[in-house]
């Protein structure tokens, strides 16, 4: 397994800035993965995150909105820009071990824009 | 693109009895079925996985089963205890690195167990 870690772990931020999370691998790993899970909701994946190369947006997310960087094979962070109240959700990163299918999760960093 | 259901929504069950959740998925190239735990306030917990070569697994008060012809798989979970109380969801992934590794989840059970 991996013990993955995210900052911040909870924030309230306003509408219209914008929010960078961190998320930290013990390992290197190849894949990460983010995702955004609404109050009382399952997981939709944001994105797909390969070290060297753009990351991969599922339908309904852009770039534009939801930056992503992979500068190594141990770190990545997320950034929700232009911030509305329907931003807040809890955002998840993940990374792909072993035969890089199974995923294992971080704590997530809870969002509240107001 | 995959779809996988899951029932029940929520599920209550008294100590020590069992509790079964099922999903169903549509995309037959799907072969790595993980299952996660979500307590409040904390992210997804692997707490078992099965692959389309296995029709059942299981870890102690755990286990999997995997019917590939009908698309679906369950969730065992014996001799229920309150730490048992939390979301559990199923996914469903084409695995490999050509098709992404992506993970499609289910809604999700929020399971209560009950002294």
């Known amino acids: 397994s991996a013990v993955i870690s995210q900052k911040p772990s909870r924030d309230i931020c306003q509408r219209g800035t914008s929010l960078t999370i961190q998320c930290q691998v013990d390992?290197?790993?190849?894949?990460m993965f983010w995702y955004r899970q609404q109050p009382g909701q399952s997981l939709t994946l944001i994105a797909t995150a390969n070290q060297g190369s753009e990351a991969t947006y599922e339908s309904g997310f852009v770039i534009d909105k939801f930056p992503i960087s992979r500068p190594n094979l141990t770190f990545s962070t997320l950034t929700v820009s232009n911030m509305s109240p329907e931003d807040s959700s809890i955002y998840l990163c993940?990374?792909?071990?072993?035969?890089?299918?199974?995923?294992?999760f971080g704590p997530g960093t809870r969002l509240t824009v107001l | 693109g995959e779809n996988v259901e899951q029932h029940p929504s929520t599920l209550s069950v008294q100590e020590g009895d069992s509790a079964v959740i099922k999903c169903t998925y549509s995309d037959s190239a799907s072969n790595y079925f993980p299952w996660y735990k979500q307590e409040l306030g904390k992210g997804p917990q692997l707490i078992i996985d099965i692959r389309s070569n296995v029709g059942e697994k299981k870890d102690q008060r755990i286990a999997v089963t995997l019917n590939k012809t009908a698309k679906h798989f369950s969730l065992h979970i014996t001799e229920t205890q309150p730490e048992d109380s939390a979301v559990y969801f199923c996914a469903a992934s084409p695995g490999g690195r050509a098709a992404g590794n992506k993970l499609t989840f289910g809604g999700g059970t929020r399971v209560l167990v009950k002294p």
């Open positions: 390992s290197q790993v190849t894949m």
């Open positions: 993940s990374a792909g071990l072993g035969r890089a299918d199974t995923q294992y």
